[in-house]
Antibody
Framework: EVQLVESGGGLVQPGRSLRLSCAASGFTFDDFAMHWVRQVPGKGLEWVSGISWKSGTIGYADSVTGRFTISRDNGKKSLYLQMNSLRAEDTALYYC??????????????WGQGTMVTVSS | EIVLTQSPGTLSLSPGERVTLSCRASQSVSSNYLAWYQQKPGQAPRLLIYGASSRATGIPDRFSGSGSGTDFTLTINRLEPEDFAVYYCQQYGSSPLTFGGGTKVEIK
């Protein structure tokens, strides 16, 4: 079964760091670009960051540039998001998502169930 | 950054009706790299359409996408009870990738 499972969310104080992980299974992980998308409960979707299959192309939303770092370990079939200098406005459900086709950047066909990040003192 | 504007914000419809959702981009979407998603409460989004008009795997043919450049449309023919949800468009032709604000299709 094709699956993405996020972990690492939780309650963290403003200014602190958190590292999210996404474990992939059921497909050839290193064939696909991978992304992080977040959603404040009850609100819309916001793309956070993406990384190509061999990490040659990386992109970030303006709202997280300089604070968040995306990475992947193809041997471990895992995607990561290192989040530093967290702010209250980073509070959201963070989804891991797969680009729908080999070599394509976007259009996300597989999504995890998300991991909640709450930034509060 | 390409801003995507979806309209209307909410639609109240009955099962069996036909619905047309709009997504307008602030500038041309490269290669018509425009996707549509459906999201139900408590669930992750589901990819419906990619490349503006191609249905994703397993998506019923009552869903169709059209448009190019800056104006895109998602049409659902004969609404089924399971189609009541929020629909988002997304452009993935240029970075940063962006989503529209969503259109909620609710039961009348």
């Amino acid at each position: 079964e094709v699956q993405l499972v996020e972990s690492g969310g939780g309650l963290v104080q403003p200014g602190r760091s958190l590292r999210l992980s996404c474990a992939a299974s059921g497909f050839t992980f290193d064939d696909f670009a991978m992304h992080w998308v977040r959603q404040v409960p009850g609100k819309g979707l916001e793309w956070v960051s993406g990384i190509s299959w061999k990490s040659g192309t990386i992109g970030y939303a303006d709202s997280v540039t300089g604070r968040f770092t995306i990475s992947r370990d193809n041997g471990k079939k895992s995607l990561y998001l290192q989040m530093n200098s967290l702010r209250a406005e980073d509070t959201a459900l963070y989804y891991c998502a797969r680009a729908f086709e080999r070599g394509k950047w976007g259009g996300f066909d597989i999504w995890g169930q998300g991991t909640m990040v709450t930034v509060s003192s | 950054e390409i801003v995507l504007t979806q309209s209307p914000g909410t639609l109240s419809l009955s099962p069996g009706e036909r619905v047309t959702l709009s997504c307008r981009a602030s500038q041309s979407v490269s290669s018509n790299y425009l996707a549509w998603y459906q999201q139900k409460p408590g669930q992750a989004p589901r990819l419906l359409i990619y490349g503006a008009s191609s249905r994703a795997t397993g998506i019923p043919d009552r869903f169709s996408g059209s448009g190019s450049g800056t104006d895109f449309t998602l049409t659902i023919n004969r609404l089924e009870p399971e189609d009541f949800a929020v629909y988002y468009c997304q452009q993935y032709g240029s970075s940063p990738l962006t989503f529209g604000g969503g259109t909620k299709v609710e039961i009348k």
